[in-house]
T-cell receptor, first 116, second 111 residues
Framework: AQKITQTQPGMFVQEKEAVTLDCTYDTSDPSYGLFWYKQPSSGEMIFLIYQGSYDQQNATEGRYSLNFQKARKSANLVISASQLGDSAMYFCAMRVLLSNDYKLSFGAGTTVTVRA | SQTIHQWPATLVQPVGSPLSLECTVEGTSNPNLYWYRQAAGRGLQLLFYSVGIGQISSEVPQNLSASRPQDRQFILSSKKLLLSDSGFYLC??????????FGPGTRLTVL
């Protein structure tokens, strides 16, 4: 069965420093996708970054980068130069195929608090 | 550009009352649509998805139902709410397998 594990319930990071959020996954599908979403206190789920299992290079989007280690089945999110507005909950998710579509299977999330 | 709307934003309902949550998408046609629920401090769980008008698939058996009366409208309903239906309900749409975009959500409290 497909599963996403986020082992860090909460993290503190100093403003302007980098932070790494851990995510490991388990799947038997040869083709899959990995996602990271940000959920601020307002509740909206904001898409950050996507990595396909066959992508040769690690995905990057501005200050977000995904450290994809396929053999270790990990897809860690790195946020560089943290800002106060980065304080939020972060979810790792994996694309899981359905009979005629797909869904996102989410981890439990990691709360990030950026300190000034 | 595409936008996704949900209403109401918050809702407090008594046990046993009916429920109707609405989701609409603008700026695209024939999107795949999804209803997820998030329990407090947890990740999201898929409830229903739809690949077209009138086509509804359920992931988890429950007290809820979904309908898609129009191409860009997705409705989540219940005839009689339970305490366990409380949570944060998020609608999403998908243009491809590379992502799903979420609406602002509805926070439901059943008392």
């Amino acid at each position: 069965a497909q599963k996403i594990t986020q082992t860090q319930p909460g993290m503190f990071v100093q403003e302007k420093e980098a932070v790494t959020l851990d995510c490991t996954y388990d799947t038997s599908d040869p083709s899959y996708g990995l996602f990271w979403y940000k959920q601020p206190s307002s509740g909206e789920m904001i898409f950050l970054i996507y990595q396909g299992s066959y992508d040769q290079q690690n995905a990057t989007e501005g200050r977000y980068s995904l450290n994809f280690q396929k053999a270790r089945k990990s897809a860690n999110l790195v946020i560089s130069a943290s800002q106060l507005g980065d304080s939020a909950m972060y979810f790792c998710a994996m694309r899981v195929l359905l009979s005629n579509d797909y869904k996102l299977s989410f981890g439990a999330g990691t709360t990030v608090t950026v300190r000034a | 550009s595409q936008t996704i709307h949900q209403w109401p934003a918050t809702l407090v309902q008594p046990v046993g009352s009916p429920l109707s949550l609405e989701c609409t998408v603008e700026g695209t046609s024939n999107p795949n649509l999804y209803w997820y629920r998030q329990a407090a401090g947890r990740g999201l769980q898929l409830l229903f998805y739809s690949v077209g008008i009138g086509q509804i698939s359920s992931e988890v058996p429950q007290n809820l139902s979904a309908s898609r009366p129009q191409d860009r409208q997705f409705i989540l309903s219940s005839k009689k709410l339970l305490l366990s239906d409380s949570g944060f309900y998020l609608c999403a749409w998908s243009p491809s397998t590379d992502t799903q975009y979420f609406g602002p959500g509805t926070r439901l409290t059943v008392l």
